[in-house]
């Protein structure tokens, strides 16, 4: 693996500083889990998250809003229970020990863009340049046009030993974590691997989010040929994990939203305990 596919570039400082309000249209869906590292027979608390710089809005438990809400346990997968309206959206007795993972499917949505400039930010931003030409190649307005996108968020808490590994869950696009934040010495490199459609994604940026107190570093990762991202990683952070896909509709889905561009969100949250 050569390390110079790891870190572009790294910005440290705090999150309004990062990116001042209305100079950035990336929002993210994610899971933070009220404590990532539990005691078996507690309370599994989380919230569906929607915002910018690891901060966001708090989501209500909506079945019109999820194609797939579910919890990963030993061998189990089954759905988060709950009624509409709930907040927090996950709150379940765990039952056993061991990594437990949430699982996130968004239903698709859209957003309409009135400038081609806020788009081609965008794009740049997420490493999204080839549908800049593309979009003029396909002959699409420039003032008025619509994106559909859907979520596929994941979150990883560890319950009494937390013993166990993430895997891939049939997800159209998602961020797999190839080590135990939990329980493996990461001798402080996360190794992650991006997919998409089943496949490994290649050469892709993966976009990372690290808070350590009430600061948020923002570094940008690539993929190498087998879709490993390595990420710098430290005891007592909170990470998420960023990666999109864009591509164009399918004619149902141009035809009910009325899109010329889908976006595909992979995300994933986790924390690195403090050393002991």
Not at 91 to 100: D, K, P
Request: hydrophobic share 40%; net charge negative.
């Amino acid at each position: 693996m050569s390390k110079n596919l790891t870190m572009i570039v790294r910005i440290t400082c705090a999150v309004w500083m990062v990116f001042p309000a209305g100079t950035v249209q990336a929002h993210e869906l994610f899971l933070q889990p009220q404590s990532y590292q539990l005691a078996v027979g507690g309370p599994l608390v989380a919230e569906v998250r929607v915002g910018e710089g690891f901060d966001g809005g708090r989501s209500i438990y909506n079945p019109d809003k999820f194609r797939r809400f579910e919890l990963a346990a030993e061998d189990t997968l089954q759905p988060v229970p709950g009624r509409l309206g709930d907040l927090p959206s996950v709150n379940i007795e765990t039952q056993s020990e061991g990594l437990h993972i949430l699982i996130h499917e968004s239903t698709d949505q859209k957003l309409r863009y009135t400038k081609f400039a806020k788009f081609e930010k965008f794009a740049r931003h997420k490493d999204l340049t080839q549908a800049i030409a593309a979009h003029e190649e396909r002959g699409l307005p420039k003032d008025d046009f619509t994106e559909a996108y859907s979520r596929y968020a994941k979150s990883l808490i560890a319950v009494g030993n937390g013993a166990g590994q993430d895997r891939a869950f049939g997800l159209e696009t998602e961020i797999v974590a190839l080590a135990n934040p939990y329980t493996d010495d990461l001798w402080g490199e996360m190794a992650v691997q991006v997919f998409y459609r089943g496949e490994p994604r290649v050469d892709a940026q993966v976009e990372m989010f690290e808070r350590m107190g009430k600061e948020v570093t923002i570094t940008w990762h690539r993929t190498d040929e087998n879709g490993h991202a390595y990420l710098p990683v430290q005891p007592g952070g909170e990470y998420m994990l960023d990666a999109v896909v864009i591509r164009e509709p399918n004619a149902a889905l141009a035809k009910d939203l009325g899109a010329v561009w889908e976006t595909l969100w992979a995300n994933l949250t986790f924390s690195v305990p403090d050393a002991p």
